[in-house]
């Protein structure tokens, strides 16, 4: 199994969708006897098409108040200043996504605290202390009528 196929295709969907599905409910789903889905399912995992099984979370319950998309230009394109900024994302809680990105800007971060207060130390604190810093904007999360991070 190089490549995916239409019924492996059909499984990632449904977990996708369904984490905690049984395997019993999977192989009736992708229309395949229990085993050999399971057969399946741990090629895929093998293979490490799927990497990991996440709980997705109310970001409320969890004292989460404030979600912000936040672009970050740097001052120098150096890997050493790229590798410098990801270190720190790597390292700030706040932080729950860091992408380099293609276009005027370097990063795309989400970054998840308590309330405003908590962004303006994160803002501050993190961003504000890095030398290379150019540039940040940051748009707030007003509502989230689809979100499929699992």
Known sequence: MNEIDNISDKIL???????????????AKAGLSPSACLRR????ERRGVITGYRAVVDPA???IGFIAYVTVGLSQHTKSAQDAFERL???APQV???????????????????DLPAYKHFH?????????LNTITTMVV?????DMRG
């Not at 996708?16 to 409910?25: A, V």
């Not at 399912?41 to 895929?44: A, D, N, P, Y």
């Not at 007003?142 to 689809?146: L, V, Y």
């Open 13 to 27: 969907r449904v977990l996708q969708r369904e984490g905690r599905i049984s395997n019993l409910d999977l192989a």
């Open 41 to 44: 399912v741990q090629e895929l």
């Open 61 to 63: 319950k969890m004292g």
């Open 89 to 91: 994302m790597r390292a």
């Open 96 to 114: 729950r996504e860091c992408h380099n990105i293609t276009g005027t800007i370097e990063y795309l971060l989400r970054v998840e605290v308590a």
């Open 124 to 132: 501050t604190e993190y961003l504000g202390a890095f030398p290379h």
């Open 142 to 146: 007003m509502a989230s009528p689809k």
